[in-house]
T-cell receptor, first 114, second 113 residues
């Protein structure tokens, strides 16, 4: 069965520092990969997704992620953290041709220190 | 365009009661999925409806049910509420499937006392 592992339930970085949120998945076929963000008391919003093609994907708010098949990873990065990035981030995976559902990671809460 | 609308935003119910939550998807979206979100369990998939038919179902007891209407609006119902049903219930809509971009509502915060 597919699974998604997000390393670290909480990640704390200083404002202006690099943000790195880790996501590893298990999948027997090339997957679709997603990062969603959830701000307090809000629903989830798509940050970026990988389906096919270029393995470095750029998303909204300056975030990007790189699909590394050999490492089964899809880590999310942002060069310089901003206070407004404080939120919970979810990684999700769906195998192409599957029953369309997403398998979700447990989420990582990003804390930005001033 | 209008986003996904969930009503009500907050709800307090007593154990044993039943509750109905509503979700209006983005116009033109035919797929509606429901999730339960709790601090301990994260995002748990309840079910997905597409063109009025349940297409996928998660591992929840039969007390959790849903339906979708011809205008794609969806409702979920929880009968015989338990304290453990207290959660944020999220609805997501997409054009065809969650493999494309899904748009989430703000959720309904259900508290069972």
């Amino acid at each position: 069965a597919q699974s998604v592992t997000q390393l670290g339930s909480h990640v704390s970085v200083s404002e202006g520092a690099l943000v790195l949120l880790r996501c590893n998945y298990s999948s027997s076929v090339p997957p679709y990969l997603f990062w969603y963000v959830q701000y307090p008391n809000q629903g989830l919003q798509l940050l970026l997704k990988y389906t096919t093609g270029a393995t470095l994907v750029k998303g909204i708010n300056g975030f990007e992620a790189e699909f590394k098949k050999s490492e089964t990873s899809f880590h999310l990065t942002k060069p310089s953290a901003h206070m407004s990035d404080a939120a919970e981030y979810f990684c999700a995976v769906s195998e192409s041709g599957s029953n369309y559902q997403l398998i979700w990671g447990a989420g990582t809460k990003l804390i930005i220190k001033p | 365009k209008a986003g996904v609308t969930q009503t009500p935003r907050y709800l307090i119910k007593t154990r044993g009661q039943q509750v109905t939550l509503s979700c209006s998807p983005i116009s033109g979206h035919r797929s509606v999925s429901w999730y339960q979100q709790t601090p301990g369990q994260g995002l748990q998939f309840l079910f997905e409806y597409f063109s009025e038919t349940q297409r996928n179902k998660g591992n929840f007891p039969g007390r959790f049910s849903g339906r979708q209407f011809s205008n794609s609006r969806s409702e979920m119902n929880v009968s015989t509420l338990e304290l453990g049903d207290s959660a944020l219930y999220l609805c997501a809509s997409s054009l065809v499937s969650m493999n494309t971009e899904a748009f989430f509502g703000q959720g309904t915060r259900l508290t069972v006392v």
